[in-house]
Every structure is written in C-alpha cells, then in structure tokens.
C-alpha cells in the first residue's frame, strides 16, 4: 500500500505573530487514523552564498534570539509577498550587506522542517559581488559583514563554527 496525503477535515489559525501563524489542522488517513496537528505557517525563505571576484564568500555575523547566540551564516530572510526566490535574495544581501552581484542562479530548495512547517528554504549563488550599497538593515538587525576565502567553508562547517542547518544545507548545492 502506498502512503497517500491525509485529507483536511477542518483548519483553524489559533495564534498569529508577525511573522508566523500557527494552525490546528484535523485531518483523517485513508486508513482511517484522525488527529489534531499543528502547522507553523510561514513565508518561504532564502539563504545567499555570494562570492567576490576573488573568490570569498560574503557571511554575516549576527545575534541570534532563539539560540541565544551570535552566529556566522549567510545573507539570507524571508521572500516578500510577490517577490521570487531571486529578487528576495538580492534585497536581503544588499540590506544586509551592501553588496550586489553581477549574477544569481537558483542551486537548491528544502523544507526546513516538513513535519511543522510549511515553508521552503531556497539556496542562490551570487557571483561577482561588490559592495555598491550603504546597509538597510531591519530595526532590530545588528551585523558585521565577514569575507571568507571559498576554501575555509568546509573547515568552519567541521568545526561548528557556522553551524546554521540551512546554511550547512546550502552549502551542499552552492560548492
């Protein structure tokens, strides 16, 4: 027997944020199972890793509340509504860091947490980087721009330095 989707029987949004809704949904198998589960919907996202003409990464450093930590990754945020993958990763990289690129490619997509969430996390590379921009970042963003050479990435990931799942993620398509 192959595993079929579970059908909706109700879906009710029971807390809303600013930047998530969390949904009861009640659904039944064909095999006859019903339950209550909870989905965390929430906007796609993107992760960029760019690289300058001289072949270094541009990463972020940033504090980050749900760990409690300051953290390494890549440029990256939410798509906007009506923005594609590309155009929400050029605005994230040039608010959060000044930089644009001379050219983008689409090189990944996975679900970060399939059995809560609904989104997407898509991985682009930039190339050609330049910073051509002051920074807009939002009010509660604070970041320092980081250019790492392409070949320290493995050895940042090895070490736990960056250790962002989706930015270890990513990585695997954008090298």
Same mark, same amino acid.
């Given at each position: ?6 059908? =909706?029987?109700d879906a009710k949004v029971v807390a $809303? =944020?600013?930047?998530?809704?969390? !949904?009861?949904?009640?659904? =039944?198998? $064909? ?109 509660? $963003? !604070?970041? !320092? ?15 736990? =330095? ?14």
């Amino acid at each position: 027997m192959a595993i079929k989707p579970w059908k =909706t029987l109700d879906a009710k949004v029971v807390a $809303e =944020t600013p930047i998530f809704e969390l !949904e009861r949904v009640t659904r =039944t198998s $064909e095999a006859g199972r019903t339950g209550d589960f909870y989905v965390v919907k929430i906007q796609d996202w993107v992760n960029v890793f760019v690289f300058t003409p001289e072949d270094e990464l541009v990463l972020i450093e940033q504090y980050r509340h749900g760990t409690d930590e300051v953290t390494l990754e890549v440029p990256g945020g939410a798509i906007d509504d009506g923005e594609s993958p590309l155009e929400a990763a050029a605005r994230e990289l040039r608010e959060e860091t000044g930089f644009t690129c001379e050219s983008w490619e689409i090189v990944g997509c996975v679900e970060p947490n399939p059995a809560i969430q609904n989104n997407r996390c898509w991985t682009l590379v930039g190339r050609g980087a330049r910073k051509t921009h002051a920074t807009d970042m939002d009010e509660h $963003e !604070e970041i !320092e721009v980081k250019l790492v050479p392409r070949g320290q990435m493995d050895s940042l990931i090895k070490d736990r =330095t960056i250790k962002h799942s989706l930015v270890v993620a990513g990585w695997y398509f954008a090298r």
